[in-house]
T-cell receptor
Framework: DTGVSQDPRHKITKRGQNVTFRCDPISEHNRLYWYRQTLGQGPEFLTYFQNEAQLEKSRLLSDRFSAERPKGSFSTLEIQRTEQGDSAMYLC???????????FGPGTRLTVL | KQEVTQIPAALSVPEGENLVLNCSFTDSAIYNLQWFRQDPGKGLTSLLLIQSSQREQTSGRLNASLDKSSGRSTLYIAASQPGDSATYLCAVGGTSGTYKYIFGTGTRLKVLA
C-alpha cells in the first residue's frame, strides 16, 4: 500500500454513459498526476495538478475528459459519453514536489461495453 | 519528443540468476528516472529513483544505474527469486521542463523455480 487510494477499483459501464473516478493522494503531497494504461503498454500521461491548479494536460485528454482537484487534496477524473476506446486502467500518482518520487495508487480499471 | 525503450520485452530465467534490464531514452535532458514493478492487474510499485546528478541507486538486491549522456539506465537484480516475477517499467521525468513521466513499455520477467 503506497498511501495513494483510488475509487472505484473496477467500473463497467455502457457506451455513452458518464463515469467519475476519485483519487486520494498521500496527504502532504501537493503534486497529483493522472495516467492511462492499456494492455501491454506503459502508462501514458493525462494531466497534472500542483495543489488545485491544473498545470498540464495531454492531447490524449479530449473534450470528453475533465479533471479537478478542488481543494488541493483529492482529485476526480470524469469521462463523459464513454467510448469503447476509453477502456483502460486509470492510474493516479502523487509526489511531494516536482521531480520527487511518484507514488502510484492501485488504479481504476474501466470497461466500456 | 522523448521516447523510452525497454529491452528485452520479455525475459524468463531460472531462480538464482543475476539479470539486467535495460532502459534507453532519446532526450538526455531529464531530471530523474524511476524504476517500477507492476504485478498483473495492479498499480505500480516504486523500486528506485535516480536523480539526474546521480549515477546509481541501490536497494537490497536491486541496483539501478544512470548514464544520462548515452541515454541509458540499467536495473540489476541479484539472485532472482520467483517473487520477482512481474513487469518492470522505467519512467523518465523532466523532459522539456515538464513534470510528467514518460514510460517505456516494460520488460515482463518470469523467474522459474
Amino acid at each position: 500500500d503506497t498511501g495513494v487510494s483510488q475509487d472505484p477499483r473496477h467500473k463497467i459501464t455502457k457506451r455513452g454513459q458518464n463515469v467519475t473516478f476519485r483519487c486520494d493522494p498521500i496527504s502532504e503531497h501537493n503534486r497529483l498526476y493522472w495516467y492511462r494504461q492499456t494492455l501491454g503498454q506503459g502508462p501514458e500521461f493525462l494531466t497534472y495538478f500542483q495543489n488545485e491548479a491544473q498545470l498540464e494536460k495531454s492531447r490524449l485528454l479530449s473534450d470528453r475528459f475533465s479533471a479537478e482537484r478542488p481543494k488541493g487534496s483529492f482529485s476526480t477524473l470524469e469521462i463523459q459519453r464513454t467510448e469503447q476506446g476509453d477502456s483502460a486502467m486509470y492510474l493516479c500518482a502523487s509526489s511531494l514536489s516536482s521531480y520527487n518520487e511518484q507514488f502510484f495508487g492501485p488504479g481504476t480499471r474501466l470497461t466500456v461495453l | 519528443k522523448q521516447e523510452v525503450t525497454q529491452i528485452p520485452a520479455a525475459l524468463s530465467v531460472p531462480e538464482g540468476e543475476n539479470l539486467v534490464l535495460n532502459c534507453s531514452f532519446t532526450d538526455s535532458a531529464i531530471y530523474n528516472l524511476q524504476w517500477f514493478r507492476q504485478d498483473p492487474g495492479k498499480g505500480l510499485t516504486s523500486l528506485l529513483l535516480i536523480q539526474s546528478s546521480q549515477r546509481e541507486q541501490t536497494s537490497g538486491r536491486l541496483n539501478a544505474s544512470l548514464d544520462k549522456s548515452s541515454g541509458r539506465s540499467t536495473l540489476y537484480i541479484a539472485a532472482s527469486q520467483p517473487g520477482d516475477s512481474a513487469t518492470y517499467l522505467c519512467a523518465v521525468g523532466g523532459t522539456s521542463g515538464t513534470y510528467k513521466y514518460i514510460f517505456g513499455t516494460g520488460t515482463r520477467l518470469k523467474v522459474l523455480a
